[in-house]
């Protein structure tokens, strides 16, 4: 009996780094690689990305990856993904032409120019093994999204992607409910729903309201104007760009990727930009404040991001001053809340007006509220539901949306990252889950950072580190010289008083006994020497810093 599995890599239980497994008579196709941003306890860490180790594996076996939109929980793994499953002989990567215009650029980047990327148009079929590929146009926080059909023997799994019913998107393309619909009539077995606003009451309004409140808020504003949203979210991109024009206000782009996004939308019509509107960063300053509207990334607070980098002062062309107006067009993703906080406090400080959603309606999410995910519901009729692409939370939420429109609780899923549904002619149940860990990226390097280096580094974040040489005699092991203390980050050592001469003496002591019990094993005295120090730092300082003994023989 054939078996359709899905297994989700990441996007369960937690917002980011969506990437699910559909496998079917030995096919694979992948459907979005993501990633998400790290922790604050994930110290010294750019990236994480899903474990794709099930993947390495069969490589041979997946027919294509398709990616549903161009943002960066969906997207943004592509590079190292394709890159640790061979670039020679990746997969094909399906996508509609904005979303595989920023995956080109993506992989530009990391020099891998030899990947076949595919445009696709909505409504197009095409075979992949035993699984036949549809995209459904959806509405979200950027064009070009979509839905993804995926149909084998066993029947049609509907991958939602990001999306909502905009019935005034600013583009004039509503979602294709009717597709939606006619599926739902031909029968879907089953649902891969967003779960992100599935917490939020009623529908999400329109992303077409949010232009006229800028345009009221640019209009009060008496100096400079910088809005910050996601790069990608190239439909607010193009309100501001009208909101300045209506106003004879010039447009200035800051970011590296607001300019690299703006630039692909344009070629792809999806921004539409009046002569002469857009200058350089480097000539704000040759028109006066009241005529100079600042689009900058940084919405999140990243600490390398335009706006975080002005707010510290620390940007080579925008120095904010009072008198600025600060318009942050995004909601904090979760998790981001104290790093945005952090920013608007050190924008206040430079004395400019800050103005978010709680003063304004300058964002509209594009996530669908509860209302718009028992609308998926009842279109689709998929006979069963498995929540995708949120926390715990949410997920059982949209459990509970489903059962509330008739679907029966033991068709819905509510799983996590590596649990495998599997369905077939008898049903639907969870199998044997596979591993599904995440990947850290640390600088250009990949891999399983251990949790000590994590730990280490929590600790020299925290209490900095000492660093003790010592020198002994490779004939007695007694010490031949006065060790040598190095510390770095360590808080209070003054108020330690002759803490470095007790630490020179207690490795005087630890050395002379070992060398009496006959230890001359480097590890061995490196491992006393340790246990002595760490207790007489804690004894003084009441901290741990870390402690790294050097023994060195002559």
């Not at 161009?70 to 094909?92: I, K, S």
């Not at 920013?343 to 309606?361: M, P, S």
């Amino acid at each position: 009996m054939s078996v359709l599995r899905v297994l989700p890599l990441g996007g369960l239980g937690e917002i980011g780094k969506n990437m699910t497994v559909f496998e079917y008579e030995g096919r694979i196709v992948v459907v979005d690689v993501g990633l998400r941003f790290p922790t604050p306890e994930m110290v010294g860490i750019d990236l994480v990305l899903p474990d794709f180790s099930y993947l390495r594996e069969r490589v041979d076996d997946i027919e294509a990856i398709v990616v549903t939109h161009g943002h960066e929980d969906h997207l943004g793994a592509l590079p190292w993904v394709v890159r640790e499953l061979g670039a020679a002989n990746a997969p094909p990567v399906y996508g509609r032409p904005l979303t595989m215009a920023m995956g080109r650029s993506k992989l530009e980047e990391h020099k891998l120019r030899e990947v076949a990327l595919t445009d696709l148009d909505d409504g197009e079929e095409l075979e992949l093994g035993p699984f036949s590929l549809e995209l459904i146009h959806m509405t979200h926080s950027i064009p070009d999204a979509s839905a993804v059909a995926l149909t084998c023997e066993l029947g049609t799994v509907l991958v939602t992607g990001d999306y909502k019913f905009d019935q005034t998107p600013v583009d004039g393309e509503a979602a294709d409910m009717s597709r939606l619909a006619q599926l739902g009539a031909e029968g879907v077995l089953l649902l891969c729903g967003d779960s992100t606003n599935a917490d939020r009451a009623g529908f999400s309004p329109s992303e077409s309201v949010v232009g006229p409140h800028l345009e009221e808020v640019f209009a009060r504003a008496p100096g400079r104007v910088i809005v910050t949203s996601f790069a990608s979210n190239i439909h607010r991109v193009q309100q501001v760009i009208d909101a300045a024009a209506a106003l004879d206000r010039k447009v200035a782009l800051v970011g590296r990727s607001m300019r690299k996004n703006v630039a692909i939308g344009g070629t792809l019509g999806h921004i539409e930009i009046p002569d002469g509107l857009i200058i350089t960063p480097r000539e704000i300053d040759d028109f006066p404040d009241e005529r100079m509207i600042i689009i900058s990334t940084g919405s999140q607070g990243e600490p390398l991001s335009a706006l975080r980098r002005m707010a510290y002062r620390d940007h080579p062309q925008v120095k904010l001053h009072d008198g600025d107006t600060v318009v942050f067009s995004a909601t904090p993703v979760p998790g981001n809340e104290r790093a945005v906080n952090d920013t608007i406090d050190r924008l206040y400080h430079i004395g400019c007006e800050v103005i978010t959603t709680a003063d304004a309606q300058v964002h509209a999410s594009g996530h669908g509220y509860a209302e718009e995910l028992k609308l998926m519901l009842n279109l689709t009729k998929p006979r069963f539901v498995m929540p995708f692409h949120g926390d715990f939370k949410r997920l059982k939420l949209h459990g509970r949306l489903a059962e509330a429109v008739g679907i029966a609780p033991d068709a819905i899923f509510c799983g996590e990252n590596g649990d495998v549904l599997e369905l077939d002619a008898r049903g639907a149940r969870f199998g044997k889950p596979e591993g599904a860990g995440m990947i850290f990226v640390d600088g250009v390097d990949i891999g399983d950072v251990a949790d000590s280096a994590l730990r280490d580094r929590r600790m020299l974040s925290a209490d900095g580190i000492f660093i003790v040489v010592a020198t002994i005699s490779e004939q007695d092991g007694g010490s031949v010289a006065e060790p040598e203390v190095i510390f770095r980050g360590v808080a209070f050592l003054d108020e330690a008083g002759q803490l470095v001469d007790e630490i020179k003496d207690t490795v005087e002591d630890s050395l002379d006994r070992a060398a009496g019990e006959g230890v001359r094993d480097v590890e061995h005295l490196q491992q006393l020497l340790h246990d002595h120090l760490a207790a007489l730092v804690y004894e003084r300082l009441k901290r741990r810093p870390m402690v790294l003994p050097v023994v060195v023989e002559v």
